[in-house]
């Protein structure tokens, strides 16, 4: 019996391969899974409002100016209340718990125990932290359950690892003197990141101190930048932990790109470290939607 192939399929797959896209370097970049390699990548968090409070509000002008310019995912949801299980769902792809006073020290996989297998930097910058290393209570306005690489083991148990803790006002120098990490956490204190502060001067506090980020050739060349807040208002309960605003910032991304499907933080776990190379990833962020769409 003779087999033959219909000459629209051997055209178009002629052209293709003439093309190139038939080449695995091709199909590969057009993926939409597909998450360019970064140098650095940012995650930085802001507080407790919902999406609808947050896109559209005069009262932040810039992080609005940001979403137009940027990535903007509308339809991101947290995973729980309060604030501490959303911190470690970014950086554990685990709840671990919902007691915001936890201060158990945490063994589960995490980010520093993948970045550090594969050879990557991190810091973890905070906003008042008292000292550089400092994994104990609430000194307000920091508050220890919106930093939680103070509680992994990896780090309580590593003076070099609990060195990567270091109070925001390092930020400027490092990228000033072009020592950013592989992975920054970013975390404003309680009264710039929208919690006891109001939306304005969250802003305000993201102009001042992340506009210098973002242009700087740093961040130019290969840098990403997601800006999320942890969770909606606490009667908002989709999927957990209701709708909230979320920035995929990066001269690699899409210009004025509005997403359309759901994502939660476990799939912004896994676009930071996917950005730096990583092929597996803890807890649910190994399974999590992942978010090459804004690309």
């Known amino acids: 019996m003779r087999f033959t192939i219909p000459i629209s399929i051997f055209a178009l797959t ?3 391969l003439m093309a190139g896209v038939g080449s695995h370097h091709a199909i ?18 802001e507080e407790n409002h919902s999406y609808s409070s947050v896109i559209g509000s005069s009262s932040m002008p810039y992080f609005n100016s940001l979403a137009k310019q940027y990535g903007l995912a509308t339809q991101y949801f947290a995973d729980t209340h309060p604030s ?18 936890y201060s158990q020290t945490v063994t589960a996989d995490n980010v520093v125990r993948r970045l550090l297998t594969a050879g990557k930097t991190w810091k973890s910058y905070a906003e008042s932290l008292p000292k550089v290393g400092y994994v104990g209570g609430d000194v307000y306005p920091y508050v220890r359950h919106h930093n939680p690489f103070s509680f992994f083991s990896d780090v309580v ?9 270091v109070p925001f006002s390092e930020f400027a120098s ?13 975390v404003p204190n309680m009264q710039h990141d929208a919690h006891d502060g109001t939306l304005a001067q969250a802003d305000s506090w993201l ?9 700087s050739s ?8 997601v800006i999320v807040f942890d969770e909606s208002f606490d009667s908002d309960k989709q999927h957990g932990g209701g ?16 997403s359309t499907t759901t994502y939660q933080h476990q799939s912004a776990c896994r676009l930071l470290m996917q950005g730096l190379g990583l092929t597996s990833y803890p807890g649910w962020c190994e399974n999590a939607t992942p978010m090459g769409e804004f690309f």
């Open 218 to 225: 740093t961040f130019q060349k290969n840098g990403l930048l």
């Open 174 to 186: 490092d990228l000033k003197n072009d020592q950013l990490p592989d992975y920054s956490f970013i």
């Open 28 to 45: 590969a970049a057009q993926a939409p899974s597909s998450v360019p390699q970064f140098g650095h990548v940012i995650l930085l968090l």
């Open 207 to 215: 102009k001042t101190n992340i506009s210098p980020l973002i242009a």
């Open 157 to 165: 148990n590593s003076q070099n690892q609990r060195d990567n803790l």
């Open 14 to 16: 002629f052209a293709m």
């Open 84 to 101: 501490i299980g959303n911190y470690f769902e970014l950086t554990a792809g685990e709840i671990i718990t919902n007691n915001d006073g």
């Open 243 to 258: 709708h909230v605003a979320a920035l995929v910032i990066s001269p690699f991304a899409k210009k004025g790109y509005k």
